[in-house]
């Protein structure tokens, strides 16, 4: 199975323009300056921005391609994402953050926290679940994030500079926990940064973009040995 | 160069005295109202009939125009804030226009628009029958050309401030952009909400140029507080003391609640 990424994609004067295929079980980490594509290329798989030509097909299901006018909304998706900071809804519970994506397909808040007692339990939040996300610290806030993720079972895990912001002692810690999420994950896990050490720590293969282009995909140890 | 706290701290005397004077302007009139209030004809005044429906008048157009500007000053504010359309410039130009705008003008404009001969009047009246100048719903109206913008602008800049990753996260969660809007965007602008719809209630409250140009002033059906007490100031100058003394209350009030609940919060969003 693999997850097909070809396509242009516009946004002003910007122009991603890319041809990649990802395989399932692969820790792709992409990278490349501020304003390189990075992020425009995980909102074009989560839907969040559709291309202008080409296509992106995962598992053979078309998501978006632009000429055959098939887009397929970012809620029907299988893409969970996690953004820097985390990106907790602030004006709820650790656990209303969690069991989100449970209850906007409708299903019981008693059903849904159910549901989430593994998560909770994989990342050690049980004593969290009734705080804000103000009362949490950096390296909490995105273990939450990515339990919220995680808990409407996508294919994709995309993780968006999961780890800028965080103080260099969290971030070693952080570091290590996300290794053992991204181990814990079958599907398919890209992670965007700009941090060469991130990079190296976690990925399998690394892609570099610039200027919306892709100038390096290779594995992480081939680009170890570029540097 | 840093300046040391000590002397950041050092009043700068001539400064100090003008600022003093300044505040001394805006008391004083205050305190002047309070010296000449009629105290003991205070229950007296407050309990007549015409200063009773005006007072009820009030409270219920400016209510009335609070929910008409959350119903439908919180879509514009959307469609301001996050979709870039043609004319959308325009649009917020033509909103601070009308705050800035005497709102005499608003009421004239108001007038020939839908008034009985007006732009759009002559055909509710021909067709349906419908005469809105010197009814409740042209004080409503009226308010509403003046008080919307306030609640407009405060929640667009509250929608500004809201990063937009955190609708992007909810919608890859599964969330329709209705529950997305319902669960996500409004719970995060709620103060600033809550504070365009407390100053357009509180502008709606004060409205009196709009309303007194296109809807009259009609004891129990157009006159409201601010109109009753001009009507008060030539006939019966008591009156128009307690009642203005009503409405200092009325937004102090607001203003109290306001600054201890959300402006705090809201302020650097609100241009005002």
């Known amino acids: ?227 | 160069m840093r300046q040391s706290p000590r002397h950041r701290q050092r009043l700068p005397w001539p400064i100090s005295a003008i600022a003093l004077f300044a505040v001394a302007f805006i008391l004083s009139p205050f305190i002047g109202l309070l010296w000449r209030t009629p105290w003991s004809k205070f229950t007296d005044i407050v309990l007549e009939q015409e200063i009773r429906d005006a007072l009820w008048l009030s409270l219920k157009t400016s209510l009335m125009t609070a929910i008409l500007c959350v119903i439908f000053g919180v879509p514009l504010a959307w469609l301001l804030a996050r979709v870039n359309f043609p004319g959308r410039r325009f649009i917020r130009a033509l909103m601070t226009l009308s705050m800035v705008l005497p709102p005499v003008v608003g009421g004239i404009a108001l007038l020939y628009t839908f008034g009985r001969r007006g732009l759009i009047g002559q055909y509710l009246d021909s067709w349906f029958g419908i005469r809105l100048p010197f009814t409740t719903a042209a004080v409503v109206m009226a308010q509403c050309f003046v008080a919307m913008p306030f609640l407009v602008l405060s929640v667009e800049a509250g929608l500004r401030q809201l990063d937009t990753r955190f609708e992007d996260v909810a919608r890859t969660l599964g969330g329709s952009r209705w529950y997305v809007f319902r669960q996500v965007t409004l719970p995060s602008i709620k103060p600033s909400l809550i504070a365009g719809l407390v100053l357009a209630w509180a502008r709606a409250l004060g409205e009196f140029g709009a309303t007194i140009t296109f809807a009259g002033n009609l004891p129990g059906t157009t006159q409201t507080m601010p109109l009753a007490t001009y009507a008060a100031l030539d006939s019966n100058p008591e009156s128009a003391l307690i009642l203005s003394l009503v409405m200092v209350a009325v937004a102090f009030s607001i203003l109290i609640a306001l600054r201890e609940r959300w402006l705090g919060r809201a302020d650097q969003g609100l241009a005002l």
Do not use: C
């Open chain 1, 1 to 227: 199975m693999t997850l097909n990424t070809r396509f242009a994609l516009t946004r002003g004067s910007f122009k991603l323009n890319v041809d990649l295929s990802f395989n399932e079980g692969e820790v792709v980490v992409i990278m490349g300056p501020n304003g390189s594509g990075k992020s425009t290329f995980l909102h074009a798989i989560a839907g969040l921005l559709p291309v202008n030509s080409g296509s992106l097909v995962l598992d053979n299901q078309t998501l978006d391609e632009a000429t055959k006018k098939v887009f397929v909304d970012p809620t029907q998706r299988p893409v969970g994402i996690v953004f820097q900071g985390g990106l907790l809804f602030e004006t709820m519970t650790v656990l209303e953050n969690i069991i989100f994506g449970l209850r906007a397909r409708k299903t019981k808040r008693t059903d849904a926290t159910h549901q989430a007692q593994p998560l909770i339990n994989q990342f050690g939040l049980a004593e969290l679940l009734e705080r804000h996300p103000r009362e949490l610290s950096g390296g909490q806030a995105q273990r939450v994030a990515i339990a919220r993720a995680l808990i409407t079972a996508p294919k994709v895990l995309l993780l968006d500079e999961p780890m800028s912001g965080l103080d260099t002692t969290t971030r070693q810690l952080v570091r290590a926990e996300f290794r053992e999420v991204l181990a814990g994950f079958a599907g398919y896990r890209i992670l965007v940064t700009h941090d060469v050490d991130d990079a190296l720590s976690m990925a399998d293969r690394i892609i570099e973009l610039d200027h919306g282009k892709v100038i390096w995909d290779g594995s992480a140890s081939e680009y170890r040995g570029k540097l």
